[in-house]
């Protein structure tokens, strides 16, 4: 089975820096994906890591650690519009953890 | 990016009727497509993989005389919810695959579905 752990709710200050945790236990693992979605809209593409380390990608950076299980998403010089749950999902078809609502205040 | 396309995107239905929801790869071909379902404040849960031209693989706890899926085509999927009731209303999201793309997965807008 599959099972996947994030915070439920976070808050920052626009113009900060938030790192968003993900704890994972998988009978197999094939990459660990990062989607962010805003309230009633699909989700969208972030980060894939396949691999342990950083990955960058602009204001976002995903990391990973295989022998951990863990996961975290950095997202860097926040803006409103930031504000969105924010889903890791793992393996070959996506299982999503249960999401992490980001809000972001001024 | 690629892009995937859903049909209707709200959709509202009485009781005991069905209702067909279709999944469009506009620019890759799908050899793989995959439904979730979305209850509100809660994550997505798959609901079962489709390859072109296969049956679909369930998972478990999902009725497939319920969720009949048909993914005929390398650009197109459909979700059939028969007989609805008021449980199924949900938020319905597909996602296609391509296979020289890797791994990752294009999700369509999502359908709003309501059974009064």
């Known amino acids: 089975g599959q099972n996947i752990d994030q915070p439920t709710e976070m808050t920052a200050t626009e113009g900060a820096i938030v790192q968003i945790n993900c704890t994972y236990q998988t009978s197999g693992f094939n990459g660990l994906f990062w989607y962010q979605q805003h309230a009633g809209e699909a989700p969208t593409f972030l980060s894939y890591?396949?691999?342990?380390g950083l990955e960058e990608k602009g204001r976002f950076s995903s990391f990973l650690s295989r022998s951990k299980g863990y996961s975290y998403l950095l997202l860097k010089e926040l803006q409103m519009k930031d504000s969105a749950s924010y889903l890791c999902?793992?393996?070959?078809?996506?299982?999503f953890g249960k999401g992490t609502k980001l809000s972001v205040i001024p | 990016g690629a892009v995937v396309s859903q049909h209707p995107s709200r959709v509202i239905c009485k009781s005991g009727t069905s209702v067909k929801i279709e999944c469009r790869s506009l620019d890759f071909q799908a050899t793989t497509m995959f439904w979730y379902r979305q209850f509100p404040k809660q994550s997505l849960m798959l609901m079962a993989t489709?390859?072109?031209?296969?049956?679909?693989?369930?998972e478990q706890g999902v009725e497939k005389d319920k969720f009949l899926i048909n993914h005929a085509s390398l650009t197109l999927s459909t979700l059939t919810v028969t007989s609805a009731h008021p449980e199924d209303s949900s938020f319905y999201i597909c996602?296609?695959?391509?296979?020289?793309?890797?791994?990752?997965?294009?999700f369509g807008p999502g359908t709003r579905l309501t059974v009064t």
């Open positions: 996602s296609g695959r391509e296979g020289d793309r890797g791994n990752e997965q294009y």
């Open positions: 489709s390859n072109e031209g296969s049956k679909a693989t369930y």
């Open positions: 890591n396949v691999l342990d």
């Open positions: 999902a793992v393996s070959y078809q996506l299982t």
